[in-house]
């Protein structure tokens, strides 16, 4: 009997196991085709909602299940988002092996933080039980906190943070200004989150279709409400820019289209110098006649070799730059590399050049902070070296101090993030911070070659020109160069490998945002909004434990003829189950003075029981004859007014009773909680589900049913 019951167990619960893991698999392929290039911001909305759901359906004592499922979708979900990391390996000259490594250990890394996520909710769920708008704001806030540590833990990898799904959702997005990106995230969660306990609620708890609309219009009142917002600000934004009266200021963005592996080629320098005079000389040509302020920005480490150790590219440089002067006022910031001043360390660096009517000047260099480790800087170089060649040739870069803030006059401040800065919103917003009135990223994506990475990289800075409030623009060496507006609009935009000027008139409007000012502090925000729904849950668990607790006390249970009420919404399977075993149970130890019933709240006479329930009377001994002389019976007044307890299945029959029948509350208990389980109080309605489901209900009763019974014969509290 034991060996057949282990077994039946076993192969149920692997039926239903096979469903969480397509769900689980849904949600990971949902997540890589939530972001470019493949992908659409669409499928960011329903994302997580499959996952959250077979974490929520999860019963106790599965935490290998939890890390075996959170760890399945971020794998599958990572390894999209990132293969790039292969190709661009084995166009570095290293072996295919050490970038799929790469690939698998990065999406091992940021599957820890899905598995922190789904742990909070299988917890949550275990300990409270009451799953509702508390659970989805700490749930939510949960999830922007591990957003936040991802950002700042071993130097940072922030790459692809949900709430940059919705570049292009161009309304949503300009709530960014107060939340960054982490409330876009926020947002998105909170969505997934509701979308998934709506369905298990419909599923487990057997909720109306009404009840579901009534729900979701509450959720499309709240995305509507920021979308009127967004578009609101947009257009205030759009007047602002209209109307700003500073001067405008002409832009040239080069992309100069250089192949990764002729950058560092001394057989293609000449060929490099050639195509950027090209491009200098053809845009000076068209802009000339406007006799305008003008600002040309060059890609990152545009040129080819070292800038000021090489005379010859010094020369070429200055050059370019007092050519450009003849009947105009430019700049020119320049993405080179460089040394320091004993030639032992290397800098890759932006460097303005300006002319002063007698000779070419440049006041302020910036050194990239924040280096990209294994193509700038290797960690653990010493252990490293034997597996893996120089990822640079130029050697290992040091790491800038300084936040620069170039000045070519009051107007026109501005600061330049390098490459894989961008990624960084409180890097970004501590420039803007210090005074600069717009922003450059040079880059040189010729790395990623034709993958989704440069349409990826391209992204971030969307949502920087937003946070900030200020135009953005973007020199990419292979592109995407674009010019971004404040409200995130992309006003101009080049594509990948083609050799392209954009030239354009800015007055670069821009105001200090809340983000710009409290970035480094918004963590806080969440961290409150994760902790006190929980500790509020915790309040109402206490409260509900005293008052079971006294009404224990108050109940004589020497009385004869106690009647025990369960109570469930059918009446045809778990109230059904816990009257069959309860009866069972005082059969074996002999109490003949209880007696026990069962009702639904919306029971019918022609309900059906399901035939599994069979299977489980037959599992655990209690006699058929039960089921074969059942009739399902709708909760009344009389069966509640003779009962001396009511015990019930979960909160919807609860609530019923206090709605309908208040007079019979104070008697009125969650059978989980009656047994001692104050933690995850309610037993969910299995109907429809896979017989696992039923099986782990009927377990879940029959534990409550045996101690509410042995505690009944061990206090004496019966006649016998």
């Known amino acids: 009997m034991l060996k057949f019951e282990k077994f039946y167990k076993i192969l149920i619960n692997l039926i239903f196991y096979q ?28 994302s997580l909602a499959p996952l959250i759901f077979s974490i929520l359906s999860i019963q106790k004592n599965a935490i290998k299940k939890v890390l075996f499922l959170s760890f399945l979708a971020g794998i599958i979900a990572n390894i999209g988002i990132l293969y790039w990391i292969v190709p661009t390996f084995i166009a570095a000259g290293e072996h295919w092996f050490f970038g799929v490594l790469s690939v698998l250990l990065l999406s091992l890394y940021n599957s820890i ?33 591990l957003e936040y540590i991802k950002s700042i833990l071993f130097t940072g990898f922030p790459w692809l943070l949900l709430g940059y799904s919705q570049y292009d959702n161009i309304y949503l997005i300009q709530i960014s200004e107060y939340f960054g990106v982490y409330g876009v995230s926020f947002v998105i969660i909170f969505v997934n989150l509701c979308i998934a306990l709506v369905v298990f609620k419909i599923i487990f708890e057997k909720k109306t279709i009404l009840w579901s609309a009534h729900n979701f219009s509450y959720l499309l009142l709240f995305y509507l409400i920021l979308y009127f917002y967004g578009k609101n600000s947009l257009r205030n934004i759009e007047k602002k820019i209209s109307e ?22 001394q057989n293609y320098k000449l060929e490099i110098i050639q195509k950027y005079t090209e491009l200098v000389t053809k845009s000076y040509n068209s802009i000339v006649k406007n006799n305008t302020s003008c600002l040309f920005i060059w890609p990152e480490s545009s040129v080819p070799g070292w800038l000021f150790e090489e005379k010859f590219l010094f020369d070429w440089i200055t050059s370019l730059v007092k050519f450009t002067n003849i009947n105009l006022c430019s700049h020119h910031l320049v993405g080179t590399v460089r040394m320091g001043k004993n030639f032992d360390e290397y800098y890759n660096s932006a460097v303005l050049f300006s002319f002063d009517g007698r000779k070419v000047v440049f006041d302020k260099i910036y050194d990239k902070i924040h280096l990209v480790p294994f193509g700038e800087y290797v960690p653990l170089r010493d252990l490293l070296k034997r597996f893996v060649k120089t990822v640079n040739e130029l050697g290992e870069f040091t790491a800038g101090k300084n936040y620069t803030v170039f000045e070519i006059d009051k107007n026109t401040k501005f600061s330049v993030l390098i490459c894989y800065e961008s990624i960084f919103p409180e890097l970004t917003s501590r420039f803007v911070k210090n005074g600069a009135s717009f922003l450059v990223n040079i880059t040189n994506d010729a790395w990623f070659l034709k993958t989704s990475a440069p349409y ?22 292979t592109g995407i160069s674009a010019i971004i507006s404040p409200t995130g609009k992309i006003l101009l935009k080049s594509n990948l490998f083609e050799d392209k000027l954009l030239v354009s008139s800015l007055n670069f409007y821009h105001k200090k945002t809340f983000f710009t000012n409290y970035s480094g502090y918004l963590w806080i925000l969440y961290f409150v909004l994760f902790l006190l729904p929980i500790i509020s849950q915790k309040r109402i668990i206490n409260n509900n434990k005293d008052r079971a607790d006294e009404t224990v006390m108050k109940t004589n249970m020497k009385q004869h003829n106690y009647l025990i009420l369960y ?65 399902p019976t709708k909760i009344n007044k ?14 919807t029959q609860f609530n019923f009773i206090k709605d309908n029948y208040p007079e019979f509350f104070n008697k009125t208990f969650l059978l989980k909680e009656y047994a001692g389980f104050f933690t995850n109080p309610e037993i969910y309605d299995p109907l429809g589900q896979p017989e696992s489901v039923y099986l782990k209900t009927v377990e879940e009763i029959k534990l409550c049913v045996e101690i509410i019974v042995k505690n009944f014969v061990k206090n004496k509290k019966v006649d016998r």
């Open 456 to 477: 990826q990289h391209f992204i971030f800075n969307i949502f920087r020109a937003v946070e900030n409030r200020c135009f953005l623009l973007r020199a990419a060496n």
């Open 113 to 145: 933080y899905i598995f922190l996520f789904c742990i909070f909710i299988y917890f949550y769920k275990l300990i409270f039980g009451k799953l509702n708008i508390l659970f989805i704001i700490s749930g939510a806030s949960l999830w922007v906190l």
């Open 567 to 631: 109570v469930c919404s059918g009446n045809v399977f778990r109230s059904v189950f816990a009257e069959g075993y309860t009866k069972h149970l005082l059969t074996r130890y002999g109490v003949e003075d209880i007696e026990v019933k069962s009702c639904g709240t919306v029971a019918q006479e022609n309900f059906k029981i399901p035939k599994c329930m069979y299977k489980f009377f037959e599992l655990y001994g209690i006699k058929e004859k039960i089921l074969e002389e059942h009739k």
């Open 638 to 651: 009389e069966l509640l007014e003779s009962a001396n307890i009511v015990l019930v299945m979960d909160r």
């Open 19 to 46: 469903y969480q893991v397509l769900s689980v698999v849904l949600s990971g392929i949902f997540l890589f085709f939530s972001f470019p290039k493949f992908g659409n911001k669409i499928f960011a909305w329903i």
């Open 244 to 265: 700003n009266k500073n001067k405008d200021y002409t832009i040239v963005l080069l992309q100069g289209n250089i192949d990764q592996y002729k950058k560092w080629d």
